[in-house]
T-cell receptor, first 115, second 109 residues
Framework: NAGVMQNPRHLVRRRGQEARLRCSPM?????VYWYRQLPEEGLKFMVY????????ESGMPKERFSAEFPKEGPSILRIQQVVRGDSAAYFC?????????????FGPGTRLTVL | EDQVTQSPEALRLQEGESSSLNCSYT??????LFWYRQDPGKGPEFLFT???AGEEKEKERLKATLTKKESFLHITAPKPEDSATYLC??????????FGTGTRLTVIP
C-alpha cells in the first residue's frame, strides 16, 4: 500500500512565477491536509480538503494561495506570483477519518525554492 | 489559545545513554496527542497516538506516556539511527494538527 505521494520533490521558481504542488493521498483516504514548514520553524496548518470541497482554509494566506481536491486526480496546492518568502517545505497529509479521531500520514514533501 | 511546547530544543546523547523528551500542552478537551519522527529532508513519520492520561505505548526503544499536562517520549539505550527530530502534535481546532517545534536528537556512536 503506497504512502502519501507528493511531486515534485523539489521545485525552483523565479519571483512572479506560479508553483503547483501535487499530492496523492494514501489509498482509501479521503481527507487531505496541507502544511508548510519554514526553516527552523514548526509545521503550520494551511488547508483541509475532502473530495471536491475545501473544509477549512483558515491557515492559508488570503492572496496568491489556493487549493483543490478534485473528484479525480491529486490534490493541488497552487501558489501564484511566488515571492522569496514562499520558500519552504510543503507537506501533504491524509487520513481515513477527520483529525481528532484518526491519524494523519505525511508525504515526503515538496521543497520550494524561490529565486 | 492552544499551545504545544517541546523541550529540550536539542539533545545530544552517547549511544546507550537513555533520556526523555518532553511535550507540554494546553488545549481545551484533549482529543489525542501524536508523536512523529522527522529525518532531514523527509516528511514526518507517525510513531504514536495517546488519548488519555496514564496511557503508554512502546515501539522498539521508544516509549510514549501521557499525563493531563504533558507527554514524554522515553528513549532507552538509543542508537545512532534514532537521531532525528521528534515532533509532538495535538488536534488544533476541528481539522488540523498543531505541532510543537520539535526536539532535535543526535545520538553519538
Amino acid at each position: 500500500n503506497a504512502g502519501v505521494m507528493q511531486n515534485p520533490r523539489h521545485l525552483v521558481r523565479r519571483r512572479g512565477q506560479e508553483a503547483r504542488l501535487r499530492c496523492s493521498p494514501m489509498k482509501g483516504h479521503s481527507h487531505v491536509y496541507w502544511y508548510r514548514q519554514l526553516p527552523e520553524e514548526g509545521l503550520k496548518f494551511m488547508v483541509y480538503l475532502q473530495k471536491e470541497n475545501i473544509i477549512d482554509e483558515s491557515g492559508m494566506p488570503k492572496e496568491r494561495f489556493s487549493a483543490e481536491f478534485p473528484k479525480e486526480g491529486p490534490s493541488i496546492l497552487r501558489i501564484q506570483q511566488v515571492v522569496r518568502g514562499d520558500s519552504a517545505a510543503y507537506f501533504c497529509a491524509s487520513s481515513v477519518q477527520p483529525t481528532g479521531t484518526d491519524t494523519q500520514y505525511f508525504g515526503p514533501g515538496t521543497r520550494l525554492t524561490v529565486l | 489559545e492552544d499551545q504545544v511546547t517541546q523541550s529540550p530544543e536539542a539533545l545530544r546523547l552517547q549511544e546507550g545513554e537513555s533520556s526523555s523528551l518532553n511535550c507540554s500542552y494546553t488545549v481545551s478537551g484533549l482529543r489525542g496527542l501524536f508523536w512523529y519522527r522527522q529525518d532531514p529532508g523527509k516528511g514526518p513519520e507517525f510513531l504514536f497516538t495517546l488519548y488519555s492520561a496514564g496511557e503508554e505505548k512502546e515501539k522498539e526503544r521508544l516509549k510514549a506516556t501521557l499525563t493531563k499536562k504533558e507527554s514524554f517520549l522515553h528513549i532507552t539505550a538509543p542508537k545512532p539511527e534514532d537521531s532525528a527530530t521528534y515532533l509532538c502534535a495535538v488536534p488544533g481546532g476541528a481539522n488540523n494538527l498543531f505541532f510543537g517545534t520539535g526536539t532535535r536528537l543526535t545520538v553519538i556512536p
